[in-house]
């Protein structure tokens, strides 16, 4: 169910399996499931460039914060495609409860890193 009628997005997220490469488990990107998220909320939160010289940029970040339904199945490990761009969650995904319980919602950060 949607938190409110302005929650008109849909996200697409990915969940990679986990696979041991060199003494470490990492995530298989290549080999991710993939599954749809409606009644959601999409805005952006910021970007920053950092430039050397005023001329080369050094990496660039790009932000946007996520309102999904309480029941939306999204962990903190999975990946988030907006706009058909992945990003990755940061700060894990916090569940946010309202006084009635008609607004309760999950809440997280998404951000790109380039550089």
Not at 52 to 68: A, M, S
Not at 79 to 105: F, K, Q
Request: proline share 6%; glycine share 8%; charged share 25%.
């Amino acid at each position: 169910m949607s938190l409110f009628d302005w929650c008109r997005d849909t996200v697409t997220v990915q969940r990679a399996p986990l696979v041991e490469e060199r003494g470490s488990v990492i995530p298989d990107w290549d080999h991710a499931a993939e599954h749809e998220e409606t009644g959601c909320s999409v805005q952006p939160a910021g970007a920053s460039l950092s430039i050397t010289g005023g001329l080369r940029v050094e990496n660039r970040e790009i932000r946007w914060d996520l309102w999904v339904p309480l029941d939306a199945d999204i962990r903190s490990s999975d990946r988030v495609i907006v706009d058909g761009a992945p990003y990755r969650i940061i700060n894990g995904v916090l569940p946010e409860r309202g006084p009635t319980g008609m607004i309760d919602h999950r809440y997280m950060q998404l951000a790109d890193w380039k550089g």
